[in-house]
């Protein structure tokens, strides 16, 4: 134990098999339905990984390791994000695909991630968390603007 | 301003992260000269990730919890949206497949209630 990792985990249960789920992470058409406009994507380790995933939000990061159905992992982090924000290749997501009858279960982990983004950009993270949280709701948060000044 | 690139300072993040200890006291912890172990405290501070306390001439370092919180809450709130969108378009194709041949369970696959994300 010597660092204080930030580690997030989610697990979700999907209806569909698994190949469908492994898809959503493979296929640029697949994974603008879920996570932003346009992607280009090279699933094989050192492929890139780039998803825009708002108009001022590019996701960048490598493929890390690619094993079909069940178990993705890259790197991740935004473009042009300064050293103590999340950039590009700083921090990893490992997904994982378990077989649960004819659903999935997912499970996301998200390591290695700098903690000091924290309070220099704790405007920022307000910002796009007031955002998630109006789209929860159902409602329209209004352009996005996560680059400017706000 | 990397505050925690360094791993040095990342230990040091971890030793004050459940009690307050003195700038004598950590740095009996590290293989590190004084000078040093104060230039960690001193970007540690500015980054306001610890608290610094004076008390004479001893100084007392203890890190804020806030200062994680943040992050961690974006980001939870980050991938459950995302993967709640995720589950909609994964069971939408699903739907869409089975419509196709023997349906099981002829749900709609949008507007899915009943997210499991947690």
Known sequence: ?150 | MQALAQPRRREILELVRAREMSAGDIATHFDLTRPAISQHLKVLRDSRLVTERRDGTRRFYRARPEGLSDLRKFLELFWDYRLGMLKDAAESDQTRRAGRGASPEPSEGKGDSDSDVS
């Open chain 1, 1 to 150: 134990m010597t660092s204080v990792d930030l580690v997030i985990t989610k697990e979700i249960r999907i209806e569909a098999p698994r190949e469908t789920v492994f898809s959503f992470f493979t296929e640029p058409d697949q994974i603008v339905r879920w996570s932003g406009t346009e992607a280009d994507l090279n699933p094989t380790p050192g492929g890139i990984y780039k998803v825009q995933m708002t108009p001022e939000a590019l996701a960048l990061g490598e493929y890390v390791e690619v094993t079909p159905h069940s178990r993705v992992v890259f790197t991740w982090g935004w473009d042009g994000a300064p050293a103590d924000g999340v950039p590009p290749g700083s921090s990893t997501v490992a997904i994982d695909l378990k077989a649960d009858g004819d659903a999935t279960i997912l499970t996301l982990t998200h390591t290695g991630l700098p903690e000091a983004a924290v309070e220099q950009h704790a405007g920022g993270w307000d910002y796009f968390l007031g955002r998630l949280v109006v789209v929860g709701a159902g409602g329209d948060p209004g352009p996005i603007n996560i680059g400017g000044p706000h």
